[in-house]
């Protein structure tokens, strides 16, 4: 098996698995617990497999494992959840440490020497690195959930509002764009999908303007857990992230993913994650710049230019 297979979604949680593995003496007997939104259950299924991923109950000791691992807290609300044992991982990789997730191997830069990290991956303390953490949440929320259409409109009230402000073109009808030719429940990829074939149609800063803006909130809509984007204090002692460039800052621009609650001791064989967020902006930018190569660099120039910015 190969990390490179591994989307990083599962890499994050992995890193912090082999982190502990590495800490506690390579001692494999840690179980994973995670309770996770229907997004990424599907994610974790599709790589370890429904045996791994199955929802339990969890017994006495599983609940006593957590609650021991966060603290003597009581975290978990209810009782059913997903339970890895760490070794069945570590067997993916034929009993070896990958090296993006080998700690040993690391060079330290300057700025994140305190921290345990490899490849961009860094396991902090959540406590030392508030700042950090709320300034990224507050980004998101900023952008993409403080839009008032989102809650205010259904889906489908919000996608014929587009229609009616942006008509399809001469020579096309709303049936070339699936379920937009419907007179409702339209499909968000089909409302995307359109913006996407107008942004190719036009010029000018301002209709480009315009239509990345829509494009923003219906992507905000299909990945669903950008919405999700409250900030709390940490109750955890450690956060996950994962830097694009490991020399520079923990801040928003340069954080592809976090994990903000991140709970485990190398004294005890048990972690408990939750809290993952995705950086929208990264995710939409290498989005557009798959769907529109020819329009990237102006996409780009206006994401720098245009105030408030628009992802």
């Given at each position: 098996?190969?990390?490179?297979?591994?989307?990083?979604?599962?890499?994050?949680?992995?890193?912090?698995?082999?982190a502990?593995?590495?800490?506690?003496?390579?001692?494999?007997?840690?179980?994973?617990?995670?309770?996770?939104?229907?997004?990424?259950?599907?994610?974790?299924?599709?790589i370890?497999?429904?045996?791994?991923?199955k929802?339990?109950?969890?017994?006495?000791?599983?609940?006593?494992?957590?609650i021991?691992?966060?603290?003597?807290?009581?975290?978990?609300?209810?009782?059913e959840?997903?339970?890895?044992?760490?070794?069945?991982?570590?067997?993916r990789?034929?009993?070896?440490?990958?090296?993006?997730?080998?700690?040993?191997?690391?060079?330290?830069?300057?700025?994140?020497?305190d921290?345990?990290?490899?490849?961009?991956f860094?396991?902090?303390?959540?406590?030392?690195?508030?700042?950090?953490?709320?300034a990224?949440?507050?980004?998101?929320?900023?952008?993409?959930?403080?839009v008032?259409?989102?809650?205010?409109?259904?889906?489908?009230?919000?996608?014929?509002?587009?229609?009616?402000?942006?008509?399809?073109?001469?020579?096309?009808?709303?049936?070339?764009f699936?379920s937009?030719?419907?007179?409702?429940?339209?499909?968000?990829?089909?409302?995307i999908?359109?913006?996407?074939?107008?942004?190719?149609?036009?010029?000018?800063?301002?209709?480009?303007?315009?239509?990345?803006?829509?494009?923003?909130?219906l992507?905000?809509?299909?990945?669903?857990?950008?919405?999700?984007?409250?900030?709390?204090?940490?109750?955890?002692?450690?956060?996950?992230?994962?830097?694009?460039?490991?020399?520079?800052?923990?801040?928003?621009?340069?954080?592809?993913?976090v994990?903000k609650?991140?709970?485990f001791?190398k004294?005890?064989?048990?972690?408990y994650?939750?809290?993952?967020?995705?950086?929208?902006?990264?995710?939409?930018?290498?989005?557009?710049?798959?769907?529109?190569?020819?329009?990237?660099?102006?996409?780009?120039e206006l994401?720098r230019?245009?105030?408030?910015?628009?992802?």
């Amino acid at each position: 098996m190969s990390t490179e297979d591994i989307p990083l979604s599962i890499q994050i949680h992995e890193f912090a698995l082999f982190a502990h593995y590495q800490l506690a003496g390579n001692n494999p007997n840690i179980i994973f617990y995670v309770q996770p939104r229907q997004y990424m259950w599907a994610v974790l299924e599709r790589i370890y497999g429904k045996e791994l991923t199955k929802e339990i109950l969890y017994n006495e000791e599983d609940l006593a494992n957590i609650i021991h691992v966060c603290g003597g807290k009581q975290i978990v609300v209810y009782n059913e959840g997903i339970k890895i044992h760490f070794k069945d991982i570590l067997a993916r990789y034929d009993g070896s440490i990958p090296s993006i997730y080998d700690i040993g191997e690391v060079n330290r830069s300057p700025l994140h020497e305190d921290h345990i990290g490899n490849q961009g991956f860094l396991l902090l303390k959540a406590d030392e690195n508030m700042d950090g953490i709320r300034a990224y949440y507050d980004t998101i929320r900023r952008m993409f959930c403080d839009v008032n259409d989102l809650f205010n409109m259904e889906v489908n009230e919000y996608i014929r509002t587009m229609k009616a402000e942006l008509p399809v073109p001469d020579g096309k009808t709303w049936a070339d764009f699936g379920s937009l030719g419907w007179p409702a429940n339209f499909n968000v990829d089909d409302a995307i999908r359109y913006i996407v074939y107008l942004i190719t149609l036009h010029e000018g800063d301002s209709i480009l303007t315009k239509l990345l803006k829509y494009y923003v909130r219906l992507f905000s809509i299909n990945i669903g857990d950008v919405l999700n984007c409250h900030i709390t204090p940490p109750t955890a002692p450690y956060m996950v992230v994962k830097l694009l460039d490991p020399a520079k800052p923990f801040e928003y621009d340069n954080t592809e993913m976090v994990v903000k609650s991140c709970y485990f001791s190398k004294d005890t064989p048990a972690q408990y994650h939750h809290h993952i967020l995705r950086n929208p902006s990264i995710m939409i930018q290498r989005k557009l710049q798959k769907q529109l190569p020819e329009k990237y660099d102006i996409i780009m120039e206006l994401r720098r230019t245009v105030v408030p910015r628009i992802f």
